[in-house]
């Protein structure tokens, strides 16, 4: 028998042996299976690039493109450390919607067909086909629906970037783009809020969507959030001095009411939480070393300032109105003690003309001139607030009753709330209101 392996020369009539022939066959047998062996290789590294084993773990068959929450390894560093290096695959459950121990944004979307048990391909990041159950047809983003595998459903937001789906409502097919979601923001309306204490707040929230344009129209939507929320502006309060929104209540109140927020009683000037049914951009505060983290919900709103002055309050008390006329020019009768002599020139004790700058209704001796019939109460009413850099200005206008109780000229007063080398308290001057002069 001859050489079944010799190499023939060119022109030479070529005969192949059954040993020859057969050896080609298993050299490319072997070859085929290396090929086969290096693109095992390969898949078991597809993680890498956003493409992960996951097994079908929703107990239940599932169709390609179908949708499952990743979650932990199918085999641990535990159980099997070179098994978990070289091949690891991932459990896919059906996916919570909820945003605390859920899966949003923890998912996978089925490359293939899979029966219950089975293990097969998912794009865990990238983008891939995928079906998604379109709520508005303006958004942009979309993520797991709770309790459903069949599609993602699309949202205002989400951690997959629709790049392209069809158009309408409901059930459509899709091209996303598996990506991370790190925004936490959403709107939300507010209840009627709870006090703390100490010019603090707890406000109950209920998330919300925009539903048509201008005022009103708001509905509850988005992931359906809802709980307490916080106002970082009250966060350094303490009822007394200067607050968060940079109001100094004890100076505000001593300024506008002439009393001590110490004293007795309630206070005339107090901060107002943010009112019931305000909408506000809520943020999500995550914190905390345990398995679950702890979650909070924050929002910023600069508090208002309310102030009620009382007439009790004011500047202005009760005083007589008859002037006792003293120095020269006095009035009247001024009957400077007729019987006793005076040392100087005497004012001549007849109540002579002197003049007196009262009205000229004040007749008969013995009168003063510009006085009226009883006493006068003037009171003080603010009729303007105006905020400046370093200080709250207060116009006020002065009533004086009972003689008919007209309104005076309007005055400004400044009420400093900081202290500044060139900020002054004005004192507000009444004008001689219902004085002589």
Known sequence: MGDAYKKVQTGEKLKIAAETFNTMIDAALDFKARQQGRGQDAQRRFYQSGIFPVRNASGTDRDQFDVVAVGSPIIGPSDNLPEFKNRPALEGATPSGALVGGDIGRFGILQEPCKAGEIVSAVIS??????????AEWHEKADVRNGACASLISAEQG?????????GLGLRWAIVRLDDWVVTEFWAKLGVPTSLGYNRWQYPFVEVQKADTGYGNWQPGGFGRSGYAYNTVEDPNDGQGQEGNGVDIDRLIQCICGESSSGSGTPCCRLLPAGTGAIVRIKEVRFGYGSQPTVEYWFQFENEVDCCPTSSSSSGSSFSSSSSSSGSGSSG???SS?????????????????SSSGPPSSSGSGSSSGSSSGPVTKVTVVTGVECL?????????EITLPAGATLGDEQTQECPLCDSSSGNSSSGTSGGMGSSS
């Open 333 to 335: 009768s001024g009957s």
């Open 126 to 135: 990238g983008v891939t086909v995928a079906k998604v159950y379109v709520t």
């Open 389 to 397: 850099d370093c200080a709250i200005r207060i116009k006020t206008r």
């Open 159 to 167: 951690s997959a970037t629709i790049l392209w789906k069809e158009s």
């Open 338 to 354: 007729g019987s006793g002599s005076s040392s100087g020139p005497s004012s001549s004790g007849s109540g002579s003309s002197g």
